[in-house]
Nanobody, 134 residues
Framework: VQLQASGGGLVQAGGSLRLSCAAA????????LGWFRQAPGKEREFVAA????????YYNDFVKGRFTVSRDFAENTAYLQMSSLKPEDTAVYYC????????????????????????????WGQGTLVTVSS
């Protein structure tokens, strides 16, 4: 699976951006998608995640109420709508795919307990830079 993240750019504090993550290549039946970010000099951290069905979403506390994750099956694309951006949101944003193997129910349960862990994601996009000016 190849993931292509796009939509980053320069925005003023309080502004909005929508990031896209397009999936291509080998098609897996079930996979969740996560968004992570890495600011200069810091470790990569979890931002948001969405289940295969789109029915479950998770957010890190620092983006709750400001970011929304979604996915479009027809377009094979996931989105991260970011609003009320702050300078501390400046980072390279990455999307990643968490493949659900075996039973969907078991995979969903496992993912719901580990969606925030970078090491559990199988495929990563190249990242897109978001810069928020004050």
């Amino acid at each position: 699976v190849q993931l292509q993240a796009s939509g980053g750019g320069l925005v003023q504090a309080g502004g909005s951006l929508r990031l896209s993550c397009a999936a291509a290549g080998r098609s897996f039946s079930y996979y969740a998608l996560g968004w992570f970010r890495q600011a200069p000099g810091k470790e990569r951290e979890f931002v948001a995640a969405i289940s295969w069905s789109g029915g479950s979403t998770y957010y890190n506390d620092f983006v709750k109420g400001r970011f929304t994750v979604s996915r479009d099956f027809a377009e094979n694309t996931a989105y991260l709508q970011m609003s009320s951006l702050k300078p501390e949101d400046t980072a390279v944003y990455y999307c990643a795919a968490y493949i659900w193997y075996g039973s969907v129910l078991d995979a969903a349960r496992t993912w719901s307990a580990s969606y925030y862990s970078l090491g559990n994601y199988d495929y990563w996009g190249q990242g897109t830079l978001v810069t928020v000016s004050s």
